[in-house]
């Protein structure tokens, strides 16, 4: 694990003295004094107060409230733009508009970048960009994780192409720390145009209600194509949330989204060569009854899986991730034993389970994430297909759904999948089948491994005695009771091995520990390639 230490300042008076008032440091200290003050007031007092009028804190706060106390050292705060246009060769601009450095989370370093606001409107000029790509490049020599804090009204218009420039330093960068450290972006206030790549580019977005995000905003909609829509519509945490599933999270204010970039960091490695952070935990699960009681008696009938998560996990702490955007798949981190999981689970409460594009798509992206980041992946399957209809056919599920055996397939950290219901057809190999890749496959008793739906499959496969029965829809429930008995259970896949055990519900957490401490030093090696082609 990357640490940085704390170091105080000493209190001894003989490391302490200063130089008579009259003498030349003296002079040069007080200087760097008043010019640090004028750093650390960014755009002045009034506009600071302007931040906090509108429920945001300002760039330096929001710094002090993610770090460690007394852990942050910046850099480049002294730097300053070169535009000579527009009267620009006049203007002082603190820090540039962004404060950069670095500092410890929990004792774990981090790098960061925070747009101030407060100081022409955090935009992004050569010289704001080249200071946030220096602490990518940081991140990436010390393998650690990267932090943007985002509060800009967009690239600096005075500067002209040199910001287009350096944007594309930034773009290019976040490219180069992907799949090396963790990044997280977090919106604090106005992210739009091509500021908002940057954290399309990153791993984790949180967005705060104040914030908006969108390329090309209300006015530009409503000039091009006659639309009218408010910048809440269009960029809000609901939009992103909701409709887009840009975002990941949604906070309520820059403290809120401090606290879930706090614990989403928490669950991650710093660097893809460390294992992800473990915490103490007893090396006894009890076996928990309750969750032989959770699934309703008749199939057909819909439960919340967030039961059966909160059971499996430590605490029953689980961050869930995008939890209001294709809520039919249920994705985040969790503790099992101390040690960091990623859970991907179906939700039979919405559109019953069923794997459409946007499902398949929040599925494939979090797993590929996990994988990069050696955090071993459980897969809870109560699944009845991928969703039927025109529209998901025009749209592509076939390359959608694609993208989700994709990322499984190429995962080669640790996989469990626990079948607790449903599992059919395409959608059944879909979720982690054994055959896709799974390290350990389990059951439940009420699990049904089939090609299809028992009443789906008799009207296919028994069509002809059907039509031929005195009293079809007792003769067709005869053949569904045949069918399910036949190849609706899990002893059937049990029996060629596609399922490695069929377990009592109230062990699962126990099986998966058990599990996971059996494959921590797993190793699975690939064909030598640059790259494979995930399906788009």
């Known amino acids: 694990m990357t640490e940085s230490t704390s170091i105080s300042n000493p209190s001894d008076d003989s490391n302490n003295r200063t130089p008579k008032d009259d003498s030349h440091m003296t002079v040069l200290i007080r200087e760097l004094h008043e010019r640090r003050k004028q750093v650390l007031l960014g755009g002045g007092a009034k506009r600071i107060a302007q931040q906090h009028a509108a429920g945001n804190l300002s760039a330096r706060e929001r710094v002090d409230a993610l770090l460690d106390e007394d852990s942050f050292q910046e850099q480049y705060g002294f730097a300053r733009h070169r535009c000579i246009h527009f009267g620009m060769e006049q203007k002082e601009l603190a820090a540039d508009g962004v404060v950069t450095g670095c500092g410890t989370l929990n004792g774990r370093l981090i790098h960061l970048a925070s747009q101030d606001f407060t100081v022409a409107g955090g935009a992004a000029g050569e010289v704001h960009c080249d200071k946030i790509v220096a602490m990518m490049e940081a991140s990436l020599k010390t393998g650690s994780p990267f932090v943007f804090i985002n509060d800009s009204g967009g690239a600096r218009i005075q500067e002209g192409i040199d910001s287009l420039a350096a944007y594309g330093r930034v773009f290019f960068h976040n490219t180069l720390l992907s799949g090396v450290v963790p990044q997280v972006s977090l919106i604090c206030g106005p992210c739009a145009g091509g500021a908002a790549y940057s954290p399309a580019l990153t791993d984790f977005i949180i967005q705060t209600q104040h914030a908006r995000m969108f390329i090309t905003?209300?006015?530009?909609?409503?000039?091009?194509?006659?639309?009218?829509?408010?910048?809440?519509?269009?960029?809000?945490?609901?939009?992103?949330?909701?409709?887009?599933g840009v975002v990941h999270f949604v906070a309520n204010d820059d403290n809120h989204a401090i606290e879930i970039c706090q614990k989403l960091l928490s669950f991650l490695p710093a660097n893809n060569l460390e294992d992800p952070p473990a915490l103490p935990a007893e090396p006894v699960v009890e076996i928990d009854y309750a969750l032989n009681d959770i699934l309703p008696e008749n199939p057909r009938l819909g439960y919340d899986m967030h039961e059966v998560i909160h059971r499996l996990l430590d605490q029953g702490d689980f961050l869930e991730v995008q939890a209001h955007y294709a809520e039919n798949m249920i994705v985040g981190f969790g503790r099992i034993l101390g040690h960091t999981v990623a859970i991907i689970a179906n939700q039979p409460l919405v559109k019953a389970g069923c794997l459409d594009i946007d499902a398949s798509d929040k599925g494939s992206r979090f797993i590929r994430f996990c994988n990069a980041f050696n955090i071993p992946l459980v897969t809870l399957v109560d699944v009845p297909g991928f969703m039927p209809g025109v529209e998901q056919?025009?749209?592509?599920?076939?390359?959608?759904?694609?993208?989700?055996?994709?990322?499984?397939?190429?995962?080669?950290?640790?996989?469990?999948?626990?079948?607790?219901?449903?599992?059919?057809?395409?959608?059944?190999?879909?979720?982690?089948?054994?055959?896709?890749?799974?390290?350990?496959?389990?059951?439940?008793?009420?699990?049904?491994?089939?090609?299809?739906?028992?009443?789906?499959?008799?009207?296919?496969?028994?069509?002809?005695?059907?039509?031929?029965?005195?009293?079809?829809?007792?003769?067709?429930?005869?053949?569904?009771?045949?069918?399910?008995?036949?190849?609706?259970?899990?002893?059937?896949?049990?029996?060629?091995?596609?399922?490695?055990?069929?377990?009592?519900?109230?062990?699962?957490?126990?099986?998966?520990?058990?599990?996971?401490?059996?494959?921590?030093?797993?190793?699975?090696?690939?064909?030598?390639?640059?790259?494979?082609?995930?399906?788009?």
């Open 217 to 244: 905003g209300p006015s530009v909609i409503k000039q091009v194509t006659g639309q009218v829509v408010s910048a809440e519509e269009l960029g809000g945490p609901e939009a992103h949330m909701h409709y887009s």
């Open 393 to 536: 056919e025009y749209a592509g599920i076939i390359r959608h759904g694609a993208k989700l055996l994709f990322s499984y397939s190429a995962a080669t950290v640790p996989k469990v999948t626990i079948i607790v219901r449903k599992a059919y057809g395409g959608a059944y190999v879909a979720m982690c089948a054994k055959d896709l890749g799974a390290d350990r496959c389990a059951a439940w008793p009420t699990a049904e491994i089939a090609v299809m739906g028992a009443e789906g499959a008799v009207d296919v496969v028994f069509r002809t005695e059907i039509e031929a029965a005195e009293n079809q829809s007792e003769k067709r429930a005869e053949l569904i009771e045949l069918y399910r008995n036949t190849f609706s259970t899990p002893y059937v896949a049990a029996g060629r091995r596609m399922v490695d055990d069929v377990i009592e519900p109230a062990e699962t957490r126990r099986y998966i520990a058990l599990a996971l401490a059996s494959l921590r030093m797993k190793r699975d090696l690939r064909p030598a390639k640059k790259h494979g082609l995930i399906p788009l």
